[in-house]
């Protein structure tokens, strides 16, 4: 009797056993597969082709064909694509504007001056959020999409070119509020003529996003030297290319992936940054 009990509970715990094994192999398979995506040459450039060929033809229907997983993969993949096509950029700044253009940069600046937990913390997840707000919101029309669009949009343009000027308060927040109140009652009252308008537009709508993403960060620079202005085309093309990233992402996944990607692709170079500054306080 108490063998029988035995054996039964022995058989149970194999076959237990095996249940958990075959799991943990099944995930080791599927994270095989993945692994296999993300190191075929083949994806990186039908997803280069994709972004691209989106670009040129912009359109504003869902992509519903992949999962939350390969959508989180694909933002990866794009995350290497961004790089390794900017990163010649970076270094023909670097050539004719020398190192100085970097001590010049705000970020870096930050990273030096301010708590680096603190600019990360603001660089990862409040800036991207703001931005995406700004930038990428008002990509699918909806009338508080538009409005909030609106106000962040001249909001920071008024800020980038109109900080110094008297009324600053009124320029920051008065003149956007009112933009943004006049943007939400005239769609909402014409719901159906701005969503035909943004359908037909926009390719137009798309382009305005990423230029528009692309100047304002010339305000990255504390001051914008005639070098570093002659050389803008070079300087922002990395927020160009990343500002078509973002359009497709937006409009193509939806406004979270778009956020995730933007979070994670500031993620990446700050860390270099904060090591690059510990190893400098350890070692020199």
């Given at each position: ?59 504003l229907k ?19 694509i961004n ?68 106000f962040l ?132």
């Amino acid at each position: 009797m108490v063998h029988g009990i035995i054996d039964r509970m022995v058989k149970c715990l194999i076959v237990l056993l095996i249940n958990k094994i075959s799991f943990q192999l099944s995930k080791l398979v599927l994270l095989f597969k993945e692994a296999q995506i993300m190191l075929s040459f083949s994806n990186y450039i039908n997803l280069f082709k994709e972004v691209f060929g989106f670009l040129k033809n912009p359109d504003l229907k869902n992509d519903f064909k992949f999962s939350k997983k390969q959508r989180i993969i694909n933002i990866l993949m794009l995350i290497v694509i961004n790089i390794t096509l900017s990163l010649p950029f970076l270094f023909l700044t670097l050539l004719f504007l020398g190192e100085d253009v970097l001590k010049n940069h705000t970020v870096i600046v930050a990273m030096e001056k301010s708590n680096p937990i603190i600019v990360i913390m603001l660089m990862v997840l409040m800036i991207p959020f703001v931005e995406e707000l700004t930038f990428r919101l008002f990509l699918k029309f909806k009338p508080q999409y538009f409005c909030l669009s609106v106000f962040l949009l001249v909001q920071s343009f008024g800020g980038l070119f109109l900080g110094s000027k008297e009324n600053f308060g009124f320029i920051i927040l008065g003149v956007p509020f009112l933009l943004g109140l006049t943007a939400f009652i005239l769609s909402m009252s014409n719901k159906e003529e701005y969503s035909k308008f943004w359908e037909k537009n926009i390719r137009y709508i798309l382009y305005f996003s990423i230029i528009s993403f692309g100047i304002i960060h010339v305000s990255n620079f504390k001051e914008t030297t005639s070098p570093i202005l002659l050389m803008i085309p070079i300087i922002i093309f990395p927020q160009l290319l990343m500002g078509t990233i973002l359009g497709f992402l937006r409009i193509k996944y939806g406004f979270i992936y778009s956020f995730i990607y933007h979070a994670l692709n500031n993620f990446i170079p700050l860390t270099f940054v904060l090591l690059g500054n510990l190893l400098e306080k350890l070692y020199f």
